[in-house]
């Protein structure tokens, strides 16, 4: 089945700076690759999403990257905010179910 | 629109004990999954509903874990006898696939989550 990992585990920025998450994936069936944020107490929301058919998309300050040959994909936040401190996860849908990664605890230091 | 609720929020039991966890999907969603995650873990699949019929429940850890939707709209999942690696949080999810032909993703909306304490 799909395996998804997810780099850094945690991640501590200055504010302004940019902040990069990581994730890799095993099968080269699954086409679809969300990401998730959730603020502390919080339940998980979809921030940003990418299909197999795209190499990259952006929503004003995030972006998600796919590499579908290497199977990896990448989050970018720009100009981060200390509302960006969250844990985020990656996740692939393989068989109809996402496969979420380990997630990344993001904490910006204003 | 309301969106996924999950009741309760907390619950704490005592090894051997029972406890029942209640997922409402958003109104219209056939597609219903259960994940758990454990502390600073991934968030874990255990199993997709859609509508009432069971699609894939190859992520549930064995037969002490048990889940219903009857009728296609709620689901309840059930742990008989609770032991203490059962312990974390437990989300359930929902989706309608929007225009799969168009290419257009499966997007998850997520309850906040029942915490499961087994002590």
């Known amino acids: 089945g799909e395996n998804v990992e997810q780099h850094p585990s945690t991640l501590s920025v200055q504010e302004g700076d940019s902040a990069v998450i990581k994730c890799t994936y095993s099968?080269?069936?699954?086409?679809?690759f969300p990401w998730y944020k959730q603020e502390l107490g919080k339940r998980p929301q979809l921030i940003i999403d990418?299909?197999?058919?795209?190499g990259e998309k952006k929503d004003q300050r995030i972006a998600v990257t796919l590499n579908k040959t290497a199977k990896h994909f990448s989050l970018h936040i720009t100009e981060t905010q200390p509302e960006d401190s969250a844990v985020y996860f990656c996740?692939?849908?393989?068989?109809?179910?996402?496969?979420f990664g380990q997630g990344t605890t993001l904490q910006v230091k204003p | 629109e309301a969106g996924v609720t999950q009741f309760p929020s907390h619950s704490v039991i005592e090894k051997g004990q029972t406890v029942t966890l209640r997922c409402d999907p958003i109104?219209?969603?056939?597609?219903l999954y259960w994940y758990r995650r454990v502390m600073g873990k991934e968030i874990k699949f255990l199993l997709h509903?859609?509508?009432?019929?069971?699609?894939?429940e190859s992520g549930m850890p064995n037969n002490r874990f048990l889940a219903e939707r009857t009728g296609g709209t709620y689901s309840t999942l059930k742990v008989q006898p609770a032991e203490l690696e059962d312990s974390g949080v437990y989300f359930c999810?929902?989706?309608?696939?929007?225009?799969?032909?168009?290419?257009?993703?499966?997007?998850?909306?997520f309850g906040s989550g029942t915490q499961l304490s087994v002590l």
């Open positions: 999810a929902s989706s309608q696939v929007i225009g799969r032909a168009a290419g257009v993703g499966e997007k998850l909306f």
């Open positions: 099968d080269s069936a699954s086409n679809y």
């Open positions: 990418i299909r197999s058919n795209v």
């Open positions: 996740a692939a849908r393989n068989t109809g179910k996402l496969i």
């Open positions: 109104s219209g969603h056939d597609n």
């Open positions: 509903f859609v509508k009432e019929s069971k699609q894939d």
